[in-house]
């Protein structure tokens, strides 16, 4: 799987949107962008992944660059519950590819009042 | 429901105690995986389970042992820990091994071996 790359730290105001940059730029045509983040002391959770194509759902958008070698996840009103580490993984899951993540050091995003 | 269930949240154990950690899953899902994870640091694969049968295993020394009892439930058997194994313990699962879905993460056991 691709390697990842991401800002060690970030921050954010509360209401503002957060926008997290990865950088991927190894990644090859049938590897997804999955983002996980994981609050203190919990078990990470799924936000969104992609292909190709921009994604959106209930909690965040994923915008991947044309040439697929970054992404940005976007919390559009960032409050203090999202301060957590937020993971961007690459894998592949053709040609029966286990759904392996493989977890990168992250961002870790503080939302401040 | 889409709740994967950890026991004990907590757990010390002296490096000759024989230990089991516990996941349970109701969502139906024919994966389930183990990570582990230091302090400060991201989880790292250890086991994955597909169908009941483990299917990848990552190198871990054999004091760690996995065992998938049926579909919902997945158990890791600790024996002979050494200090360094003190970390929060993760299970996972999701709906195959092979599809591009989500997994769901359980709130983890921190194991600490004295």
């Known amino acids: 799987d691709a390697k990842t790359t991401q800002p060690p730290s970030m921050d954010c105001a509360e209401g503002r949107a957060a926008n997290l940059p990865c950088n991927h730029s190894?990644?090859?045509?049938?590897?997804?962008v999955y983002w996980y983040r994981q609050i203190h002391s919990q078990g990470p959770q799924y936000i969104i992944h992609?292909?190709?194509n921009n994604e959106t759902n209930e909690m965040a958008s994923l915008i991947i660059t044309e040439d697929r070698k970054s992404s940005t996840l976007i919390l559009p009103h960032a409050t203090l519950r999202d301060t957590a580490v937020y993971y961007c993984?690459?894998?592949?899951?053709?040609?029966?590819?286990?759904?392996?993540?493989?977890f990168g050091t992250g961002t870790l995003l503080a939302v401040q009042p | 429901d889409t709740e994967v269930t950890q026991t004990p949240k907590h757990l010390v154990m002296g490096m000759t105690n024989k230990k089991s950690l516990k996941c349970e899953q109701h969502?139906?899902?024919?994966?389930m995986y183990w990570y582990k994870q230091k302090a400060k640091k991201p989880p790292e694969l250890m086991f994955v389970?597909?169908?009941?049968?483990?299917?990848i295993n990552e190198s871990v020394p054999s004091r760690f042992s996995p065992e998938c009892p049926n579909s919902s439930l997945l158990n890791l058997h600790l024996h002979a820990l050494q200090p360094e194994d003190s970390a929060l313990y993760l299970c996972?699962?999701?709906?195959?091994?092979?599809?591009?879905?989500?997994?769901?993460f359980g709130p983890g056991t921190r194991l600490t071996v004295t």
């Open positions: 993984i690459v894998r592949a899951l053709e040609g029966g590819a286990t759904n392996k993540l493989i």
């Open positions: 389970y597909s169908y009941e049968k483990l299917s």
């Open positions: 190894t990644i090859s045509g049938n590897e997804y």
């Open positions: 992609g292909l190709k």
């Open positions: 996972a699962s999701s709906q195959t091994d092979r599809d591009p879905y989500e997994q769901y």
């Open positions: 969502m139906g899902h024919r994966a």
